[in-house]
């Protein structure tokens, strides 16, 4: 039997990524070169128990990967922003079972989580959405989507200095650590992650996370 168990019992979270405009980029060979790198680091960070299938580049500028636990997702997308700094990535979210026995990467792999996936960024593409989910439900998903949404509106607010403001903090945990690395005053950290609404953007993460930890992770595999 595999690693996985009887897989086709079980839910998967299948994320696929699409990279926005890539045909417009100046430097196509190095953005694939850096897509390829947050594959393999992503691949080494998420625990062996979360990630069912890694993260490989599937179509062009497309990747996707497997996780076991959905409650992952919200830390998972701000970790690729923190991997893929200044590019505008749509993703599509699938919840569900797989038909195809797992494998090392999530390429070739099939069933409803990753039909799912491919619908929800289909659905994104045609109205322009950061992230799109389905298979949790007709609630579940409105609720999800409304909240990805609204994050991605805040987002998209964000000026260069700011996504990169909120990276940091991400990545070196403190504001005091970011304004140490970037020379600058506490305070001008502070008024970019405040101006960049990154405090309630947060509070959606957490709610996310918590949602689905609650709702999904322990639910039973009815597809």
């Known amino acids: 039997m595999s690693e996985f168990g009887n897989f086709t019992d079980h839910h998967y979270l299948a994320l696929i990524g699409d990279l926005r405009g890539s045909r417009d980029l100046p430097r196509r060979a190095a953005v694939q070169e850096q897509l390829e790198a947050a594959m393999e680091s992503l691949n080494r960070e998420l625990p062996a128990g979360q990630l069912a299938a890694g ?35 749509r993703y599509g979210v699938g919840w569900g079972t797989i038909t195809t026995t797992p494998r090392p990467l999530a390429v070739s792999m099939d069933g409803p989580a990753f039909h799912r996936a491919r619908s929800a960024i289909e659905a994104g593409k045609r109205s322009g959405r950061w992230v799109t989910v389905s298979g949790f439900g007709e609630v579940g998903d409105d609720l999800l989507n409304a909240l990805f949404r609204l994050m991605g509106v805040l987002r998209g607010g964000w000026s260069e200095k700011q996504a990169e403001t909120v990276s940091l903090v991400r990545r070196l945990g403190t504001q005091k650590a970011v304004a140490e690395a970037r020379a600058v005053a506490p305070s001008t950290v502070s008024e970019a992650l405040a101006a960049a609404y990154f405090e309630p953007l947060q509070e959606a993460e957490n709610a996310i996370a918590e949602f689905l930890r609650h709702h999904f992770s322990r639910t039973p595999d009815v597809d």
Request: net charge negative.
């Open 55 to 89: 993260f490989a580049i599937s179509l062009g500028d497309e990747f996707q990967g497997l996780l076991s636990d959905p409650a992952a997702l919200p830390l998972l997308l701000a970790r690729l922003d923190a991997l893929l700094p200044g590019l505008a990535i």
